[in-house]
């Protein structure tokens, strides 16, 4: 990068620390601290809705997937706008009512507080290899467009976030979260763009010729088929999303911790369809952006004659980091600066969220709730966001080289999120179950989606969150059964 790429860089981070430091003065109880006193309107919640769900992942994973596959992976655009009606319509008026810290307390008062300490743990437990996978990634693009090492960016990332968030809380967190918006989208737009600039209608051309475009162009019959090994198709696209968004929107402490933000119900609400709206556009350009960078890598003769079908998938990523690192450099200077920015604000929106949220659930649902010796939330902030930020750098030589980043989130990290989703329907609106059921059918289900997500091969990568669920549903209702079973006859 030139001086002025890291001249911005530099000034984006300057920005950030002074948003923080500036929502110092407003940090003090945890009702201000995790919730900013119940007083952000539709704009903050929506954008910062959206960027917390957006980390480094996206940006390297779907380009990464356009590059290597085609566009089989857009099929879940439009999940966003599916996942958002019950979300504002059953989701949100619901919990909007409680007027609750941790929305795991519902299932302390539908079952008992072993389920809440069960699904605040599990919660927990998802954000850290969450938080730890979004560094990693966020790390290993922007080493490859900087040249810096790999463990030094994680470590930039992370500790700067904490930093942030230690000092301002959730107001400084959300209020980051709508600036690292306007920089993300900016440099995925002026990315896009430039990059159209230089191949011009070509990128098209080069794409369809390369097999980039199905399954809609040519049309791939596969892609309406029902066999659930195939990797991806319109089913699993839908589907298994679906339930992945559902998890991310109604059971993720991050995610909802910005409903009970709102200062009304109709400002959370608004806000989740911003980020639908925000999320598909964004998710559309970093499409095209890898549509884009095959073919300035068909330009460059960096294909065999299969047009690197037949690669491996981790090859095929490795091929595409580097294709997006010389297409970026080619920019003029400035532009590889806000690019690297926006990496940067991708992943330090998740990090300070997860963060937060830990922190928050930690604090309701363990400290106060069992009169555990009291430890400042500011405190608590810091060593979570440390100990995510070093569980990050064990991943460098943990994955290497072996698998993609896209295949890890889908089989392990949103799999993950699937038993905490069980757990909250069940909550909501479950009738025939009870505490001593779920209790021991999350635990069961928790193991029994670690082990499908491990061991259960092939099967589309979207499918692994249904399978997830399923196995944990099947296993909270049949240890209610069996409890309720033990329970009378012991009368």
């Given at each position: 990068?030139?001086p002025?790429?890291?001249?911005?860089?530099?000034?984006?981070?300057?920005?950030?620390?002074?948003?923080?430091?500036?929502?110092?003065?407003?940090?003090?109880?945890?009702d201000?601290?995790?919730?900013?006193?119940?007083?952000?309107?539709?704009?903050?919640?929506?954008?910062?809705?959206?960027?917390?769900?957006?980390?480094?992942?996206?940006?390297?994973?779907?380009?990464?997937?356009?590059?290597?596959?085609?566009?089989?992976?857009?099929?879940?655009?439009?999940?966003?706008?599916?996942?958002?009606?019950?979300?504002?319509?059953?989701?949100?008026?619901?919990f909007?009512?409680?007027?609750?810290?941790?929305?795991?307390?519902i299932?302390?008062?539908?079952?008992?507080?072993?389920?809440?300490s069960?699904?605040?743990?599990?919660?927990?437990?998802?954000?850290f290899?969450?938080m730890?996978?979004?560094?990693y990634?966020?790390?290993?693009?922007?080493?490859?467009?900087?040249?810096?090492?790999?463990?030094?960016?994680?470590?930039?990332?992370?500790?700067?976030?904490?930093?942030?968030?230690?000092?301002?809380?959730?107001?400084?967190?959300?209020?980051?979260?709508?600036?690292?918006?306007?920089?993300?989208?900016?440099?995925?737009?002026?990315?896009?763009?430039?990059?159209?600039r230089q191949?011009?209608?070509?990128?098209f051309?080069?794409?369809?010729?390369?097999?980039r475009?199905?399954?809609?162009?040519?049309?791939?019959?596969k892609?309406?088929?029902?066999?659930?090994?195939?990797?991806i198709?319109l089913?699993?696209?839908?589907?298994?999303?679906?339930?992945?968004?559902?998890?991310?929107?109604?059971?993720?402490?991050?995610?909802?911790?910005?409903?009970?933000?709102?200062?009304s119900?109709?400002?959370?609400?608004?806000?989740?369809?911003?980020?639908?709206?925000?999320?598909?556009?964004?998710?559309?350009?970093?499409?095209?952006?890898?549509?884009?960078?095959?073919?300035?890598?068909?330009?460059?003769?960096?294909?065999?004659?299969?047009?690197?079908?037949?690669?491996?998938?981790?090859?095929?990523?490795?091929?595409?980091?580097?294709?997006?690192?010389?297409?970026?450099?080619?920019?003029?200077?400035?532009?590889?600066?806000?690019i690297?920015a926006?990496l940067?604000?991708?992943?330090?929106?998740?990090?300070?969220?997860?963060?937060?949220a830990?922190?928050a659930?930690?604090?309701?649902?363990?400290?106060?709730?069992?009169?555990?010796?009291?430890?400042?939330?500011?405190?608590?902030?810091?060593?979570?966001?440390?100990?995510?930020?070093?569980?990050?750098l064990?991943?460098?030589?943990?994955?290497?080289?072996?698998?993609?980043?896209?295949?890890?989130?889908?089989?392990l990290?949103?799999g993950?999120?699937?038993p905490?989703?069980?757990?909250?329907?069940?909550g909501?609106f479950s009738?025939k179950?009870?505490?001593?059921?779920?209790?021991?059918?999350?635990?069961?289900?928790?193991?029994?989606?670690?082990?499908?997500s491990f061991?259960?091969?092939?099967?589309?990568?979207?499918?692994?969150?249904?399978?997830?669920?399923?196995?944990?549903?099947a296993?909270?209702?049949?240890?209610s059964?069996?409890?309720?079973?033990?329970?009378?006859?012991?009368?």
């Open positions: 990068m030139s002025l790429d890291f001249c911005v860089f530099i000034l984006y981070l300057i920005g950030v620390l002074c948003i923080g430091w500036a929502s110092a003065r407003h940090a003090g109880k945890d201000e601290y995790f919730l900013a006193s119940r007083s952000m309107g539709w704009l903050p919640i929506g954008l910062s809705v959206m960027v917390t769900s957006f980390s480094a992942i996206n940006y390297l994973a779907i380009p990464s997937e356009i590059f290597g596959y085609g566009l089989y992976v857009v099929v879940s655009f439009p999940v966003f706008f599916l996942a958002a009606w019950p979300i504002s319509k059953i989701w949100m008026p619901y909007h009512n409680l007027h609750a810290t941790s929305v795991y307390e299932l302390e008062r539908r079952y008992d507080v072993r389920v809440r069960l699904a605040s743990g599990l919660f927990i437990l998802w954000r290899f969450w730890a996978t979004a560094l990634a966020s790390g290993k693009i922007m080493g490859a467009l900087t040249g810096w090492p790999q463990w030094l960016l994680i470590l930039l990332c992370g500790l700067i976030a904490t930093g942030y968030t230690f000092i301002g809380g959730m107001r400084a967190v959300m209020w980051t979260d709508v600036a690292q918006f306007f920089v993300l989208f900016g440099g995925i737009a002026l990315g896009t763009a430039l990059s159209f191949n011009g209608l070509d990128v051309r080069l794409a369809f010729d390369g097999g475009m199905q399954p809609f162009a040519p049309l791939d019959g892609f309406f088929s029902l066999d659930p090994r195939i990797r198709t089913w699993s696209g839908l589907i298994g999303t679906a339930v992945t968004f559902m998890a991310r929107y109604g059971a993720d402490q991050v995610v909802m911790q910005r409903y009970l933000t709102a200062k119900l109709k400002a959370a609400q608004k806000g989740i369809w911003l980020n639908a709206l925000a999320s598909v556009v964004s998710l559309s350009l970093l499409a095209l952006f890898g549509m884009a960078i095959y073919a300035n890598a068909c330009r460059l003769g960096a294909f065999a004659a299969d047009n690197g079908l037949s690669l491996p998938a981790a090859q095929r990523q490795a091929m595409a980091l580097k294709q997006l690192s010389l297409l970026i450099r080619s920019f003029p200077a400035g532009v590889a600066g806000l690297v926006g940067l604000a991708a992943t330090m929106s998740s990090i300070d969220s997860g963060v937060n830990c922190t659930a930690y604090v309701t649902d363990f400290q106060k709730r069992f009169q555990w010796r009291m430890i400042s939330s500011k405190w608590l902030t810091l060593a979570i966001g440390i100990v995510s930020t070093l569980l990050a064990l991943l460098i030589p943990a994955i290497g080289k072996s698998n993609s980043v896209f295949a890890i989130v889908n089989k990290v949103n993950l999120g699937s905490l989703l069980c757990l909250m329907l069940l909501m009738k179950t009870n505490s001593s059921g779920v209790f021991v059918g999350g635990i069961v289900g928790l193991f029994a989606s670690l082990a499908i061991w259960l091969k092939p099967l589309a990568l979207q499918y692994y969150a249904v399978a997830n669920l399923l196995a944990c549903m296993a909270c209702y049949i240890c059964f069996l409890c309720g079973a033990i329970l009378k006859k012991s009368r």
